[in-house]
Every structure is written in structure tokens, then in C-alpha cells.
């Protein structure tokens, strides 16, 4: 299942959102070339018969998830990157968002409009099985729209977006064939079943924390499988899997180990790792000049936001968000963030399409059209929340104090937090930065434990506009007390619409109507830049981000070290 994910905002770009077709047109605001020395052109798609059999390939990401349920409300973009390696990946996309079947799951894919609804036919290849022996087949199909559809409120999902709007799935001709019938057209439907579950996460017991601290390997299928798994030191390991039907993969292993960025550094530059993140100006110089190794870089698709938290006692009150979100000077944020790089960009302004993508609007423009100290000063009178002899905002005998968790040990991370503190106070909101660590994202998220927090949205095919429930229903996995009931209505009726670009510029409308809440602020979007031990190929999601390959997925088989 594609959608977008959360993840951290760590440094100058957070890991990956989705949306880029290659129709789309258009091009970043300025592109990352001036970074990257070598871009992921030639390093993608590259025939098997020149990729080595064997070796091993270590990568970092932010943290080793509890919860390995990337369906589950809790996974985040962390999750899903650990899943794809031992679990089904029916469908595989390139760099700019063209997808495709495959085969090794799917021998065929056929789209139909009956009677007005959108009918998608799977015909599953008879090889596939899950590692337990129960074959993959139309029931796969049914487990995912039953625990995703959000009609049985037993299961905790991730999203509904789509899976909601499906009236059935059924056997087709035999049992390996699965017909998917929409309750009417939907447009997106290649961004749906882009993985399945096995059928025993049909339990809500096994869906919501069956997976927790637990991978449950005998439920996945795929080249590989889970060789070991270790929460204390926060390291996954793949091997090859001997239930796998086809090609084998080119590696012999794949580690993926939870570690801050600075450890990332440290330990590409003493080969313990094969990539590392180098996104920002600091982490660009340290890794300057080690030997046999090469930048690349792409696009982002991601989108970081700071997310103003609508339950918090003290940010109850509309006017509190609003004059939060009014005395953010995002320039001056996005300056802190790439200084160095030679990258510039204008400050997002949506959280549902990307600047390069047909039908994207600076919605955000619309509701705070510039940085404005004095009318935020005039919403926090208004709200009763009174200057102080020290300049910080009082009310009945509270000092109008926030806390911003800040999970980055980056200088630009830490710089990015104190130039944000230095705006709140000058509004009068004393912000307190709060240092933890990257592996407690989770628990920040999943528990609320910030006011303020930077964050990022992770998408990863090319069907934004699809996802738009999940980050503003009302029981969106994404959302922190944004919208109503009546909004809920709204966005259904926009997600029936069966024209693309009518559909898109309908959500523009809702976007900008629901960033009135001021429970979202989009800050920026940046390029994606890793720098690795050079010879990887078709190595999607490298680092934790999209290892500067935009919407590009291969099969995982696929990856590897070049001959």
C-alpha cells in the first residue's frame, strides 16, 4: 500500500513524500545539481547480467520501528522501508512515477469501467506463496481492504484512502485472480494493493500488535527474509530467501541499523556502512573526499511541515495556531536549513502536491500570505494571552510555554530549532527545545509529546491527491485534531471525483480551507542527496530517504553491487 508516511524532518530535507508523474512537467525550484556530483541517472535500472552475484550491502536509517505492521497506524516511513524487504512488492515504479506490475506476484492487471465503477482485475502468478505455505491469492487481496477500509473500527490502519471506497473484492476465476470493484470510479487506483497481507492479519489481535517488536516473517514472501533482528542495538538483517519462486537476489545480505546522523558520518567514513545522508552544508564537508565514493541526488518528495499540536491545552484556541503560524518567517527557516548548499527554493505551500507536479498550488500563501510578527501580537491579545514584564505571553498565572522535541543532533538540525525559538519568543511564546534522540520519533508521534514538533510527510508513488484523508480526516493517521465531520463529507465527495485535474484543483480548494486550522504549517521541500561507497545499483531508499532516487522502487532482488 502506497501513501504517504511520517518521518523525521532530521536536517535540510525530511525523507520522502510522493507525487511526480512523468507528465507532470516542470521542474524543482532550482535543481540539486550543484550538490550532487553525480545525479542517480545510470545507477537505476541496470540489467542483472551487470550486477555481481553476492556481497553485502549496510545502510542507516533514522530508527529500527516497534512496529513492523506497515499497514498499522503507528508505522512510519521507517517501517515500510524495513517491510518491502521480506514482505510482497506487487508493483514497482520508476524515478518519475511510471508504475508497473510485477511479475513476479502479478502475470496480469486489467482495468475496466462497468456500469460507472472502477473495476481492476489481479491475475496473481500461481508460484506465489507466503513463507508459511499459504498461498498468495484473492483472499491476500480481502485481508487488505478489510483491515484498511476503516468499516470495521477493530483495526488500527495507517489510511483508508481508496480502500474505503471499494464495494467488494472477490475470487475471479479461480483463486488466483482477485477482482476489486469500486463503489464508483476512482482514480487513483494504482496507488492501492501495492503490497497484501497474509490472511492471518485478518485478526485485529495479529494486525495491531501482532507486528510489535516483532517482524513475523513466516507472513511475508520474497526474495528475502528476516536473518536477524535486534531492538537493543536497533539493526535488522535479510538473507536470502529459500521459499522464493524467482530470480534470487544479488546480495547475500542487507543491514539496516537505526543510528543519529552524526553516527551515520563517523561510521561511512570508517566503512561500516555503505551510505550515509549528506544533505546539509556540515555533512557535505565531512564526507568530502573519502575515497571510492560519490554523491547522487534527485528531487525530493517529501514535504517537511511543523505540525502545531490542536490538542495541547495551551494551543486549544485557534487564534494561538493562527499567531503561531503568522510570526513563522519560513524564509528565513529554509535559509538556515541549506545555507551552504548552493540549493534554494520558495517555501512549500502544500502538503499534498510538490512544486514540479501538475495541478500544485502555494495554498498556504492564501492563509498566512507573509510573516507577520505585529498580527500575531493582536491574535494573542485577543485570546487573552497578555505580555509579561520579560516579553513572554501570560494567562491566569501561565507563561504561554510550548515544547519542541528536537530529534536531530545535527548542527543545522539544532540551528533550524533556535532560529525557530528566536521567532516564537519574539511573539511572545516562550519555546522550549526539548533534545532527544532520533530513535524516540515513534514515541513523540504515536504519544503526542510535543507542542510543536518538525516532522516530515512521506509519499511514495505518484497519487497525492488520493491521500488527502489521511493527512486531514478527521481519523486521518496524520492528523492531530484538524478538521470535522462536516470537512470528512467534503473530502469524500472530492475523492469521487473521476477526473484527475478536476479532482486536483477541488483538493487545492480543501487544502486551503483546512490549513485554516493552523494545525499544519508546510516549511519546505529540498533535494534528496546521499553519498555512497560507489558501485550500488538499483538501490532505492539507501539511507532512510529515498536515496536520492525520487519515486523510484525496484525489486528488491535487484539490488546490488556492480561487476
Same mark, same amino acid.
Given at each position: ?61 533514522? +530508527? ?188 547475500? *545480505? ?7 546522523? *552524526? ?118 491579545? +485577543? ?181
Amino acid at each position: 500500500m502506497k501513501q504517504r508516511r511520517i518521518h523525521l524532518a532530521a536536517t535540510a530535507v525530511v525523507a520522502s513524500l510522493t507525487l511526480a508523474l512523468s507528465a507532470c512537467g516542470g521542474a524543482p525550484n532550482n535543481p540539486p545539481a550543484p550538490i550532487g556530483e553525480t545525479s542517480s541517472e545510470g545507477v537505476l535500472d541496470v540489467p542483472r547480467d551487470q550486477i555481481k552475484d553476492g556481497g553485502k550491502l549496510v545502510t542507516p536509517m533514522t +530508527e529500527i520501528t516497534p512496529q513492523f505492521n506497515t499497514f498499522q497506524a503507528d508505522g512510519s516511513l521507517y517501517t515500510r522501508l524495513v517491510w518491502e524487504w521480506y514482505n510482497p512488492v506487487m508493483m514497482t515504479f520508476s524515478k518519475d512515477g511510471e508504475w508497473k506490475a510485477n511479475p513476479d506476484y502479478l502475470t496480469d492487471v486489467k482495468e475496466e469501467t462497468v456500469d460507472g465503477k472502477t473495476k481492476i482485475t489481479y491475475t496473481i502468478n500461481p508460484k506465489a506463496v507466503f513463507n508459511d505455505g499459504t498461498p498468495i491469492d484473492w483472499r491476500a487481496f480481502d485481508t487488505v481492504w478489510k483491515t484498511n477500509s476503516g468499516k470495521d473500527e477493530r483495526f488500527l490502519q495507517s489510511s483508508t484512502d481508496g480502500y474505503e471506497r471499494i464495494a467488494s473484492v472477490e475470487k475471479g476465476a479461480d483463486d488466483r485472480q482477485a477482482v476489486v470493484t469500486f463503489e464508483g470510479a476512482w482514480a487513483w487506483w494504482q496507488g492501492l494493493f501495492n503490497y497484501v497481507e497474509h490472511p492471518a492479519l485478518a485478526d485485529p489481535e495479529v494486525f495491531n500488535k501482532g507486528y510489535i517488536d516483532k517482524p513475523n516473517e513466516q507472513y511475508g514472501a520474497g526474495p528475502y527474509t528476516i536473518d536477524t533482528y535486534d531492538k537493543q542495538n536497533q539493526t535488522v538483517s535479510f538473507k536470502r530467501n529459500d521459499k522464493w519462486w524467482g530470480d534470487p537476489g544479488k546480495l547475500d *545480505s542487507r543491514v539496516m541499523r537505526g543510528m543519529e546522523s *552524526s553516527a551515520q558520518l563517523n561510521a561511512f567514513k570508517n566503512g561500516e556502512i555503505d551510505a550515509a545522508t549528506s544533505t546539509t552544508a556540515e555533512q557535505l564537508k565531512q564526507l568530502e573526499g573519502v575515497p571510492d565514493t560519490e554523491r547522487r541526488s534527485a528531487s525530493a518528495t517529501s514535504v517537511a511541515l511543523l505540525q502545531i499540536n490542536p490538542k495541547s491545552e495551551k494551543l486549544s484556541d485557534i487564534k494561538v495556531r493562527q499567531a503561531i503560524a503568522t510570526g513563522i518567517d519560513r524564509e528565513q527557516i529554509k535559509n538556515v536549513v541549506f545555507q551552504g548548499t548552493g540549493y534554494t527554493e520558495q517555501p512549500m505551500g502544500s502538503l499534498s502536491l510538490l512544486p514540479y507536479q501538475k495541478g500544485y498550488a502555494d495554498n498556504f500563501a492564501q492563509v498566512v500570505p507573509k510573516p507577520d510578527p505585529e498580527k500575531s501580537g493582536q491574535l494573542l491579545d +485577543e485570546a487573552g494571552w497578555a505580555k509579561g514584564p520579560d516579553g513572554i505571553r501570560e494567562k491566569g498565572g501561565q507563561k504561554l510555554t510550548l515544547v519542541f522535541p528536537n530529534l536531530t543532533d545535527t548542527a543545522t538540525g539544532k540551528a533550524r530549532a533556535q532560529a525557530l525559538q528566536a521567532q516564537m519568543k519574539a511573539i511572545g511564546v516562550d519555546m522550549q527545545v526539548q533534545q532527544r534522540p532520533s530513535s524516540d520519533f515513534s514515541a513523540v508521534w504515536t504519544k503526542k509529546e510535543f507542542d510543536l514538533f518538525m516532522m516530515g510527510f512521506s509519499q511514495s508513488d505518484p497519487y497525492g491527491m488520493a491521500y488527502f484523508g489521511q493527512v486531514w480526516n478527521t481519523d486521518g493517521s496524520l492528523n492531530v485534531g484538524d478538521g470535522s465531520p462536516e470537512f470528512d463529507k467534503k473530502i469524500a465527495e472530492m475523492g469521487a471525483i473521476a477526473d484527475t485535474d478536476a479532482q486536483i484543483a477541488r483538493g487545492n480548494e480543501l487544502e486551503v480551507e483546512a490549513l485554516q486550522n493552523f494545525g499544519k504549517v508546510p516549511m519546505y521541500m529540498g533535494p534528496d542527496i546521499i553519498t555512497v561507497k560507489k558501485g550500488i545499483v538499483n538501490g532505492e531508499r539507501l539511507t532512510g530517504s529515498y536515496g536520492a532516487t525520487q519515486f523510484y522502487i525496484a525489486r528488491p532482488q535487484d539490488t546490488g553491487w556492480l561487476k
